[in-house]
C-alpha cells in the first residue's frame, strides 16, 4: 500500500489516513489505489473485532479536491475514453459504501471535489467548525462524476443537489448540517471526543445487525443507473474547451476561483 495512504487498527476501529499534507491531500491516483486497498483490508478487519472503519488526513486540511495535475497534459488520452478511469474511481468509492462495517469521515479544514464524493461514500461525516464544503467542478467546466452527484441527491434531495452542484459554491456548516449533509459539527477541541461518542454508540451495537443494517438501507435507495449518467456526461465535458483551459489556468495558478468558499 502507497504511503499516501496509512492505515492502523485501536481497538475496534480501523483507521485510514489520507497522508499527503504538503499537498493539502489532494488525491492522486496512487492515493486512490490505496484506499482501495485500505478496505480490502477493511473487510479482513470485520472478522478480527474491529466494528467501525473511521477516514481521517493527516494535517490541517482532510483534502482539497483531485490533483489535477495528472490530468496535465490533457492529450494523455482521457480525453478519448474517459471511461474506463471514472469507472475504476466510482469502484473504489462504491467500496467503501458497500463495506461491512461502518465508516465514519472525519473532515476539517477543506473537504472539496473528490474529497467530498469520498466523504459522501461513508456512512457519517463528522466536521469540525469551520471546514469548508463544496462540489465546484462546475467552475471546472465538468460535474462530480464518481458518485457524488447521485449520492448527494438522495442524501439532500434534488433541489438542494442543484444548488450546490450547478453552481460549484461552498455550503456553510451550519446549512450542512441542517441539510443532513453532515450529521455533526464539533469545534477542534472537541472533534475527537465527538468522534469517539458516534464510535462508542455504534461498537456497542451487535455488529451483525450493524453490518446488515447497512446494506439494507443502500440497496433501499440503490440507483447504479446513476453512475452510468454520471460517467456518460463527463466524458462529453472532459473534452470541451472550457476544461481544458480550466485545468490550465488552475495549474498556472490564474483560475478566478475564490477557493474560500464565495
Known sequence: MSDLIVTRRDGAVFEVMLNRPEQRNTINDDMMEGISAAFDDAEQQFSQGARVVIIRAAGRVFSSGIDLNQFHPLDSGLQDNLFPFTARYQAILNKIERCSLPVICVVQGYCLGLALELALACDFRIAAERTKLGLPEARLGIIPDVGGTVRL?????????????????????????????????????????????????????????????????????????????????????????????????????????????R
Open 153 to 261: 441527491v438522495k442524501l439532500i434531495g434534488p433541489a438542494r443537489a442543484k444548488d450546490l452542484v450547478m453552481t460549484g459554491r461552498n455550503i456553510d456548516l451550519p446549512r450542512a448540517l441542517e441539510w443532513g449533509l453532515v450529521d455533526a459539527v464539533y469545534p477542534k477541541a472537541d472533534l475527537e471526543q465527538g468522534v469517539a461518542d458516534y464510535v462508542a454508540a455504534l461498537a456497542a451495537a451487535a455488529p451483525l445487525a450493524v453490518s446488515y443494517a447497512k446494506r439494507v438501507i443502500n440497496d433501499i435507495v440503490d440507483n447504479p443507473r446513476g453512475l452510468n449518467i454520471e460517467a456518460w456526461a463527463q466524458a462529453q465535458l472532459f473534452r470541451s474547451a472550457d476544461f481544458r483551459n480550466a485545468v490550465q489556468a488552475v495549474l498556472d495558478k490564474t483560475y478566478p476561483i475564490d477557493w474560500e468558499g
